[in-house]
T-cell receptor
């Protein structure tokens, strides 16, 4: 089975621009979660989607948004980029959202640099 | 609110010695507990989980973890460390309802010397 894929792997943007990151989950997985990883803050939860519905949302400003499509693929968007948005953005998929079906599998991440 | 604490930023052990990476948690109700490992410039890899059942959980690469409800701990262990185990380790928790997100600790860097 192919793993979680994220595109692009690397991205350089300028302050004020917007960016869209994409995540394709493992085949058959219906839940996708997004995380931001920075050296200072560690792994911080952004969103969780299941069957196109946002189930949970982390404590991030409204500039961060996401969605999930009917094929379980997910995108996240960051508008009006700030320098502090520079981070590794990780996507994880799982079969479901409860119990043993919640084992998450992570993609390699998208490294976003904002200049 | 649920939370995870990894009290040590770094753990240093010699190859062949046992290793322990500590994790304590706070969650309402029954916890779902996980350990992940991250190698440089890579995503996280799942090591093991505790959902229910035996308190001693065995996982990938010879790692195991012990769930201790009274101490709200889920320490990661390995009887004999390898240099290749050097990486960043994350503990994560979610409550048993499945309605909350998976929350990660800050991570512990494990350094195994030869």
């Amino acid at each position: 089975k192919a793993g979680v894929t994220q595109t692009p792997r690397y991205l350089i943007k300028t302050r004020g621009q917007q960016v869209t990151l994409s995540c394709s989950p493992i085949s058959g997985h219906r839940s996708v979660s997004w995380y931001q990883q920075t050296p200072g803050q560690g792994l911080q939860f952004l969103f969780e989607y299941f069957s196109e519905t946002q189930r949970n949302k982390g404590n991030f400003p409204g500039r961060f948004s996401g969605r999930q499509f009917s094929n379980s693929r997910s995108e996240m968007n960051v508008s009006t980029l700030e320098l502090g948005d520079s981070a590794l953005y990780l996507c994880a998929s799982s079969f479901g959202t409860g119990g043993s079906s919640y084992e998450q599998y992570f993609g390699p991440g998208t490294r976003l640099t904002v200049t | 609110a649920q939370s995870v604490a990894q009290p040590e930023d770094q753990v240093n052990v010699a190859e062949g010695n046992p290793l322990t990476v500590k994790c304590t948690y706070s969650v309402s109700g029954n916890p779902y507990l996980f350990w992940y490992v991250q190698y440089p410039n890579r995503g996280l890899q799942f090591l093991l989980k505790y959902i229910t059942g035996d308190n001693l959980v065995k996982g990938s690469y010879g790692f195991e973890a012990e769930f201790n409800k009274s101490q709200t701990s889920f320490h990661l262990k390995k009887p004999s460390a390898l240099v290749s185990d050097s990486a960043l380790y994350f503990c994560a928790v979610r409550d048993g309802t499945g309605r909350t997100a998976l929350i990660f600790g800050k991570g512990t860097t494990l350094s195994v010397s030869s």
